[in-house]
């Protein structure tokens, strides 16, 4: 059965970290490029960040360069996303995904909320 389990959501100050984690189990973790893609209330999902199948190429959309990184640990079937400095504008349901071919997998998503 194929999972993609976020965690890491919550509450935060503008200025402020949060670390999400997505645990992939179910399929073959390395084969798959991982995305954190977004939605906020009322707008459309949009992509957040891509990582490549090794770890060596990522992709980040202008609004969190600089501030969110993303990496992989294949051992562990694990994604990551390190937000920083973190902004209003930034409040979302987060969601990771998985992309291999045509196999594409979404987990339940996890809250962000920016706000003082």
């Known amino acids: 059965q194929v999972q993609l389990v976020e965690s890491g959501g919550g509450l935060v100050q503008p200025g402020g970290s949060l670390r999400l984690s997505c645990a992939a189990s179910?399929?073959?973790?390395?084969?798959?490029?991982m995305r954190w893609y977004r939605q906020a209330p009322g707008k459309e999902r949009e992509l957040v960040v891509g990582?490549?199948?090794?770890?060596?190429?990522?992709n980040y959309a202008d609004s969190v360069k600089g501030r969110f990184t993303i990496s992989r640990d294949n051992t562990n079937k694990s994604v990551y996303l390190q937000m920083n400095n973190l902004k209003p504008e930034d409040t979302a349901v987060y969601y990771c995904?998985?992309?291999?071919?045509?196999?594409?997998?979404w987990g339940q998503g996890t809250q962000v909320t920016v706000s003082s």
């Open positions: 179910g399929f073959t973790f390395s084969r798959y490029g």
């Open positions: 995904n998985a992309v291999w071919g045509s196999a594409n997998y």
């Open positions: 990582i490549s199948t090794t770890g060596a190429i990522t």
